[in-house]
């Protein structure tokens, strides 16, 4: 360091020699004098060749020099004999060179590449010393030492923060090319399976703040992200990961971090809207593969933001031979009957070329096989072609958890088509225990309706008596749990304790249950599940990751109480939905209790009019048979229920309504 | 080997009932994943029947049979037993029997080959000590497993349900021996080791009709010709039986 003698400049009259102080008197005088003239207009103070030389010979440093002389603005002009005078008297190129940009040596213009004036402004800069004047009285004189001093003591100030800040730059400088040399080890320790020491190592180097894009910050920021996503914590991972994208597609491991976000956007929902800052970058020079993946995450990306034109734009790339193609099928006929787009047959051409992809894929996509299948059933039977869609709900299997939605539309599609003995069929079917648990009120509803137009007055009135004792009987205990609770955290907690083995919850299962069907519900379940699994990663690594560990610990915390509220909220909504169906199904249920003692009067109205009708024959036994082949052997119905039957129920009952 | 299963279940259900009693925070949220995942997966593990109609968990069971043990050289018999059952499940319980077969011209009786040697050889031939082991009873306890249920269509007009099972265990077999010169014989008490397969068929909720067949396999008598060879002295009688059971 070309540091400043702090002893000998605290007090230069004493340590002095007589004729150093005279000096320095003349110097402080000087200063005040130029200060004095040059008004209290301007902070800055004139400066001349002998105050360069004299602070030279203080031992200043160059970088206090040249703030002095940028402090003193512009008034300064030196010639070039000047200069030379001050090369000779000591003063380094340093400070010449500075004065020449300055454009304070007559002859020479500043660059044009000057700094703003405002960016010059030294923080060596001293406050304006007030110059000596003749005939000072001792208060003056002492005043005027005083002002000096403090001057002094300020240069001195600045000046060692200023080496401070020179070292400490000089210091990062080593730890950081120490902590680069690192790098490769780190990488190697990540590809162990050591990802918390690998982080740690990156985290170190990045603490040294590396120039951003530089091509080792690249690499810690990426191996920081991949440590941290293989360790599952994937919200600490989320930020260097975006970085390493937003480097460009042009960087070594945009592809690896791709996927890498693919799996965040997965598992905790991470889709910041800044992703689609991605579809800035060039990816038509990497592999068809990733193309592929590329444009159906950015079709899926926008899907979620509601942008289906964009959506359908790069779904629509997604080529016959990607991974990824049954799912962007799938996706885009779903995009296609948004009302925005309200392209039906686009949508079950989408839908069509999701299932033969499904089916075509490797061992099988059974999920988009499932929905594919779900999907054209309901479009058919929006349209009204009942028996196409039963033909598409039919090909659901019955071990999937979409049967159960998938016979219950069933249900509905019999009845719309007057196809009552098979309704009746799936009814029984959906009372089963594989699917008694399913919030479906309307079941009973329709069955009541179904006996109705056939004229089975008891039979409508005892799924009516069933309706009001599973559903409306319990809506009480809901009422008064909407009415009395409030936060959504309490409704998230509810359903988190509803299913704790040997705890009663608040409202009966079967509206808990109506919530889990929730498909919102079970997209924030996951993601709150996966911030619990980060949590947890978290506080066991807590100690490696330092720092950065609690700021990641924090956001996780903050995002599991987002998510949480958002959890609750929607099972709030659910219930309260759950409450309004179940009030306009009353007032459906009493319609056809009217309906019913309408109908059996005029019933009675008609036997007597025609005595001598004769009733068609009941049912023998039960109410179901159900067939196991294709042959159509009817077995009848004891009350076990099999697996592989329990779609294939039929009612054998017959109208008991009397002809007019 | 039997012994080995019922301690493993036994263990199996006390981990169980550890596990449920502390129910953790985690084993919470997991009831609820689990809730959770069968709305929302493309393949339910579910049972193949729900509401069977013939349930006999936690029942009793008692009843009698009758059977025809022709397996053996010199005699054949027909065991007249009953048996006593408790069902732990519907796949798995344990059976205590014992059928008595000590009475000859009755329930023991001779084979054409018993026959033969007492004509042929008259007075110098003596049943008790030139033949082998005679039956006299035996009593035994097995588990049964029960792992196949069904049903059945008879003339297309009744259905009939069912189910298989397989059976093993110890028991204990009185036998009639000839000790290891032929000169006298001796009422002997051993051990024997029970395997056996069975069918089912449930007449009425409480009423089974059962088919079994039971191998039993024991250490026979002693003689010259197999003194020094074990398993030479092994036999494996096997019978079929056929009875009824009422469950309470």
Redesign the interface.
């Known amino acids: 360091m070309q540091g400043l003698n702090l002893k000998t400049h605290t007090r230069p009259a004493a340590a002095r020699g007589a004729r150093q102080s005279r000096w320095v008197r003349r110097l402080i005088g000087a200063l005040i004098c130029v200060t004095l003239v040059a008004g209290t207009a301007s902070t800055a103070f004139a400066l001349d060749k002998n105050q360069i030389v004299q602070m030279t010979k203080l031992g200043l440093d160059d970088r206090a020099i040249m703030g002095a002389i940028d402090s003193a603005g512009d008034d300064i002009s030196l010639t070039a004999e000047d200069v030379e005078d001050l090369r000779e008297q000591g003063v380094s190129d340093q400070v010449i060179d500075h004065l020449r940009r300055r454009g304070m040596i007559a002859g020479e213009s500043a660059p044009a590449d000057q700094a703003p004036a405002d960016e010059e402004i030294d923080p060596l800069a001293p406050a304006p010393a007030p110059a000596p004047a003749e005939g000072e009285s001792d208060y003056e004189r002492e005043e005027r030492e005083r002002l000096e001093a403090e001057r002094q003591a300020e240069i001195e100030r600045r000046a060692n923060e200023l080496n401070a800040q020179r070292e400490a730059e000089a210091e990062r400088q080593r730890q950081l090319e120490r902590a680069a040399g690192q790098l490769p080890r780190a990488a190697q320790i990540v590809r162990d399976g050591n990802n918390m020491e690998g982080a740690r190592m990156y985290l170190e180097f990045l603490s040294y703040e590396p120039e951003q894009g530089s091509e080792n910050w690249y690499e810690a920021t990426f191996g920081l992200a991949k440590a941290l996503y293989q360790e599952g914590i994937l919200s600490g991972a989320s930020t260097p990961l975006l970085e390493v994208l937003m480097a460009g597609a042009d960087r070594p491991h945009f592809v690896e971090a791709f996927r890498m976000l693919e799996e965040l956007s997965s598992r905790i929902g991470y889709n910041p809207p800044i992703l689609e800052e991605l579809t800035r970058f060039y990816v038509g020079d990497k592999n068809e593969r990733f193309q592929a993946e590329f444009n159906y995450y950015m079709g899926k990306f926008f899907y979620g933001y509601n942008r289906m034109d964009l959506a359908l734009e790069y779904l629509d790339q997604v080529p016959e031979s990607a991974t990824d193609y049954p799912e962007s099928r799938y996706l885009a006929g779903v995009a296609r009957l948004d009302p925005a787009v309200n392209d039906i047959p686009g949508a079950l051409r989408n839908f069509e070329a999701a299932i033969l992809a499904a089916e075509a894929a490797p061992g099988g996509n059974e999920d988009i096989l499932q929905l594919g299948y779900l999907a054209l059933a309901r479009v058919f039977f929006e349209v009204g072609f009942f028996d196409v869609a039963l033909f598409y709900y039919q090909k659901i299997p019955s071990e999937s958890s979409r049967h159960a939605d998938a016979v219950f539309e069933s249900a509905w599609s019999y009845f719309m088509k007057n196809d009552f003995k098979r309704a009746l069929g799936t009814f029984h079917t959906l009372q089963s225990p594989y699917y008694s648990q399913r919030y479906y009120p309307d079941l009973y509803i329709l069955e009541s309706t179904v006996y109705l137009n056939q004229c089975m007055f008891p039979k409508s009135q005892r799924a009516l008596a069933e309706f009001k004792s599973r559903y409306l009987d319990q809506r009480p205990l809901l009422q008064a749990y909407l009415e009395n609770t409030f936060e959504p955290e309490a409704y998230w907690q509810m359903m988190e304790d509803a299913y704790k083995p040997g705890q009663s919850a608040p409202i009966p299962r079967l509206f808990t249950n109506a919530v889990l069907e929730s498909l919102p519900f079970y997209n924030v379940h996951r993601v709150v599940r996966a911030l619990q699994a980060e949590r947890a990663a978290l506080n066991a690594n807590i100690s490696a990751l330092g720092d950065f560990g609690q700021q990641v610990l924090e956001r996780v915390e903050e995002q599991l109480e987002l998510k949480v509220q958002e959890g609750g909220i929607i099972v709030q909504q659910r219930l309260t939905a759950v409450d309004q169906e179940l009030e306009n199904w009353e007032l459906r249920s009493l319609q056809i209790e009217f309906d019913i003692d309408s109908e059996e009067r005029q019933q009675l109205q008609q036997r007597l009019q025609n005595p001598n009708y004769e009733a068609p024959e009941a049912a023998e036994a039960g109410t179901t048979l159900m067939v196991v082949a294709d042959d159509w052997q009817p077995w009848p119905f004891e009350g076990e229920y099999w697996l592989d039957e329990v779609a294939s129920y039929r009612s054998q009952m017959r109208t008991e309504c009397i002809e007019q | 080997m039997t012994t080995v299963k019922f301690k493993w279940s036994a263990i199996a259900v006390l981990v169980a009932a550890a596990t ?1 009693l502390s ?1 953790s925070p985690a ?3 997991q ?3 689990e ?2 995942e ?7 593990d ?8 013939y349930d006999r968990e936690g029942r009793i069971g008692a009843g009698i049979y009758t059977g025809l043990m022709s397996s053996e050289p010199f005699y054949y018999y027909i065991p007249v037993g009953g048996r006593v059952s408790y069902h732990f499940s519907d796949q798995l319980g344990v059976e205590v029997g014992g059928a008595f077969m000590n009475a000859e011209g009755v329930l023991t009786r001779n084979t054409q080959l018993m026959d033969f040697l007492i004509s042929d050889r008259g007075e110098g031939f003596d049943p008790a000590t030139d033949t082998e082991d005679r039956f006299l009873w035996r009593a035994n306890a097995v588990v049964t497993w029960s792992p196949f249920y069904g ?1 059945l ?1 008879l003339l ?1 007009r009744k ?1 009939s349900h069912f189910d298989l099972n397989v059976a093993a265990g110890l028991g204990a077999v009185s036998v009639e021996r000839p000790d290891i010169t032929r000169e006298s014989a001796s009422t002997k008490l051993t051990v024997e080791g029970v395997l056996g397969v069975g069918a089912h068929f449930f007449v009425t909720p409480d009423l089974t009709v059962r088919l079994d067949g039971r191998g039993y396999l024991y250490r026979g008598a002693q003689f010259s010709h197999n003194e020094d060879s074990f398993f030479g002295q092994l036999r494996l009688p096997v019978e079929f039986l056929v009875g009824a059971s009422y469950h309470f």
């Open positions: 449920a129910a084993a919470a949220q009831a609820l994943d809730e959770l069968q709305y929302w997966t493309s393949e339910r579910l049972r193949v029947l729900r509401d069977r109609l049903k269509a297309q259905l």
